[in-house]
């Protein structure tokens, strides 16, 4: 079984030594310690009802989430660990007799930093980036309700689909070694329940 003292010995065994380094194997430490006297954590994530429509030849997505952030996540932005969330839509033609038709799976990719120098925090996503003074504004701008394109309407077949989107936090960009700390811990496995609804094009 994998504990802190097997990831100090990887370290040790790779001559990966220097203060950052040490800071995050601390971290993992003081992560492992508290999972073991803290209670089970409640993570609440839901996602309001979603929509979609045809806006200059794109199908376009709008849905408003609201996903309460971890102490756990908190304490790693502040060290300055990046986040990543990531939103996914998939569009299906349901099939009663076989499984279900994907036509369409888009997903977009956002990441959270947290700026000691500045004290400001940043969300990103691909060209976009924006900087904001709090945590909290970071989380309304992540959760928001935007026009969405997710795809080309002329590349999409008519007919009835069943449409589904989610957020969800993606634990395999953290650093390795924060990975193996995290892991099988519910306060790391954000997502929120998959939003269904019907569309017809």
Not at 171 to 195: D, F, M
């Amino acid at each position: 079984m994998l504990n802190i003292r097997s990831i100090q010995k990887i370290f040790w065994h790779k001559g990966v030594f220097g203060r950052s380094i040490k800071k995050l194997i601390i971290f993992i430490t003081l992560l492992c310690v508290s999972a073991v006297f803290a209670q089970e954590p409640v993570i609440e994530s839901m996602g309001k009802t979603p929509s979609s429509s045809i806006e200059d030849d794109f199908l376009v997505v709008k849905v408003q989430f609201d996903i309460t952030l971890p102490s756990a996540m908190e304490d790693a932005l502040q060290k300055g660990i990046p986040l990543y969330f990531i939103r996914e839509f998939s569009l299906s033609r349901v099939r009663w007799y076989w499984v279900d038709d994907v036509v369409l799976a888009s997903s977009q990719v956002w990441r959270l930093d947290y700026h000691a120098l500045t004290r400001q925090y940043r969300l990103t996503n691909g060209l976009f980036q924006q900087n904001l003074s709090t945590l909290a504004d970071a989380m309304r701008l992540l959760q928001k309700s935007y026009a969405w394109r997710v795809a080309d309407r002329h590349v999409l077949p008519k007919g009835n689909f069943e449409a589904k989107v989610r957020l969800r936090f993606d634990s395999t960009r953290l650093p390795t070694p924060l990975q193996l700390g995290v892991l099988n811990q519910k306060e790391w496995s954000l997502s929120s329940e998959w939003i269904r609804w019907s569309v017809s094009l």
